[in-house]
């Protein structure tokens, strides 16, 4: 009779295939690991069948993760036989033991009345819970407490959903409903996609990828979560290791790349390199992708280059300065007292220091001018107290400097140029048809601020402006570098403080500062790209502005979304045209009412959602018919308004993560809770209060606790 063991290598041998049966018949005999194809992937059906704990395990192939003790073990040496020594193991047991006296999830029976109301108050506390970012463990006091507060409903008697049976409804019923209307969405429009790698150094890497695409409900573009595309081994940061997983999600999901009209991503090699690249790999599946490097990073890095630049000329470190006056303060109760007492001899109030990190976009300005606002006080102190902390003594030389508060104010000056573009570019409206004003109106800002206007008007185009020849820079008393530095240098001159060799210094770094501006603005922003440039027709109100030709580009980069026959572009053509011939007043004002993005002070609007006007032409009528009037021209304006203009949209869901992923809820599974609570964060269609679960949610609900109760036996 054959041994256990016998029984075990002759399957293991028999899964292996024919190369280890053609070994076996040699007369080798196979030992240890050899003998066994312990890999989880060979084994997947087999192990799942035998054992019901057995997961995949993100360490390795050669591991499979229980499901129970909530670990990884190892299959290396005998794969089923090890399974097998685990689940024999006296901890396993132990918590098997555990999980049989948990008490089941209960829902109440369909032949109740209130089984449909009482679900429903769950899920919506559920999606409460989520929106919200409240701790799960929220739900375990949510029933005590309506039952407490409405004694008299007869649903709060009935409420009982603690968190487990929250976890199990977000998880298996509201998440899965929200991600199939996305799919549904994606399978039948156009929709652009959007990623970015997380510095996680867990075994996973979240690459989330989220998707711009036109909510026909809330006839708005919207930036929607789709998947974390988990990567995970040695390879998990690398182009193919992300794109393979974002694929296979496309791929299961039954999604078409021919659907996906651009792609946001940072601007690194891994992503938008010429070769080997997330970009030419997404370039095989579609070639029309457009790839958005993001405008937010560009700026924000060639206000840096400039810093560094002015740094070179002048010695002064801007970004280094805020750090160390932060971090000289933080956490210290003492020396902010001590800065309490020369506030009140320099009679001004005090306030902490802005934080600057150099990877924030929008935190330098902030700090500059609290600097500045404290600097009476803050040179009282540093030049009053006496220690020998490096840091203190860094700091000390900066306010010795008598240029050091010029260097500060001309930075107060300099700085909300790239502060206002960047916080237009992070707007969550559609703005990719106002995106090549934009950049050319900051490009020709800088010009301004250090080159003659006849030498900005004499160039066909900004990008050929010699403004590096000194001949067409302005004069040193008419560079830009605000009024209240240039009144502080005068007045320091006057006195002696400072010597005029030392503000050519000063100017000879500023006019570097702008030149390098320039420089990495005509370098970087895609100024000449035909995507961008042409997107301005769907604007209303520079319609007049463009031709034909700017619609005719999308019809061709985009073919299986916009294909047209000869015959159809004529159409398309005339559509144009009557497009063209409409006043504001053709719109109803409640629609502009509705589009207004920002107002004046009388509220009278200033900037309009353009997808909100082209949700309301492509429902437009001919007059005296049910005929819609611009049917394939509103097509077009769809596939321009889903192309992101930055990538401050993933920023944003990488905030959402942070605020969800906190140090106290370490065991949140990534691709369990975390990710079901940023579907519902991000997809939810409105507020949690106006949820009304559908008929299948409500249906999911039950299915997902019958889920779990059956695992518990």
Known sequence: MASDSDEEREHAIEQAGPSQEKKRKTGRELKGAAAYATGYSNNKKAWKEAFNFVGQSSVSDQHIFCSICKKDVSVAHQGAADLKRHAESKSHKSRVVG??????????????????KVTAAEIRNAVMLAEHNAPLSMADHIGPMVKKNFPDSDIAKAYQSARTKTACILNHAVAPELKSMLVTAMQHQPFALSTDASSDTGLSKMNPLTVRIFDVNRRVVMQKFLDLCLTTG????????????????????????????????????????????????????????????????????????????????????????????????????????GMEKYAEFCNTEYKGFIKHINVRWLSLQMAVERM???????????????????RFVRIQQLYEDPMFEIHLLFYQAALPAFTTFNMYLQREAPQN?????????????????????????????????QY????????????????????????????????????????????????????????WFPLKEPVVRDSQFINFFQKNNCDFSMVTTFIQRYPALLAMKDETLDKVNEEFVDYQTLSKDDIPESVWKEASETVDQEGVGLT?????IWSHLGELTIPGTAVKRFPMLSKVAQVVLTIPHSNAGEERVFSVIRKIKRDDRGMMQLEGSLSSILMVKINLPGPCYSYEPSKQVLKDAKKATHLYNTKQL
């Open 433 to 465: 048809h106002a995106m090549r004003g934009q950049m050319h109106n900051l490009l020709r800002k800088m010009l301004s601020k250090f080159v003659l206007p006849q030498a900005i008007r004499d160039s066909t185009e900004l990008t050929e402006v």
């Open 234 to 337: 040695e390879d998990a940061g690398k182009a193919k290791s992300i794109f393979d997983k974002i694929d296979e999600t496309l791929l299961a999901l039954d999604i078409p790349w021919d659907h996906c009209t651009a792609f946001g991503v940072d601007n690194t090699n891994t992503n938008i390199g010429a070769r080997n690249s997330l970009k030419s790999r997404v370039l095989e599946r579609n070639p029309a992708v457009y790839f958005v490097g993001c405008p937010c990073h560009i700026i924000h890095n060639a206000a840096q280059k400039a810093g560094n630049e002015f740094n070179k000329g002048t010695g002064f470190d801007v970004e280094a300065c805020a750090i160390d006056h932060f971090f000289w303060f933080d956490k210290s109760t003492r020396r902010k007292g």
């Open 608 to 612: 309009w959602r353009m997808d909100k």
């Open 99 to 116: 999980l049989r006296n948990q008490p089941t999830l209960n829902f109440r029976p369909r032949s109740d009345p209130l089984h449909e």
């Open 372 to 390: 500045l606002k404290l600097y009476p006080l803050t040179r009282a102190y540093f030049l009053s107290e006496g220690l020998n902390d490096a």
């Open 468 to 523: 590096t020849e000194r001949a067409n820079q302005v004069e040193d008393s008419h560079l830009f570098i605000g009024l209240m530095t240039r009144s502080e240098i005068q007045k320091r001159l006057d006195g002696g403080d400072i010597t005029p060799g030392s503000v050519r210094k000063f100017y000879l770094a500023v006019r570097a500062f702008y030149s390098v501006t320039v420089a990495y603005i005509i370098k």
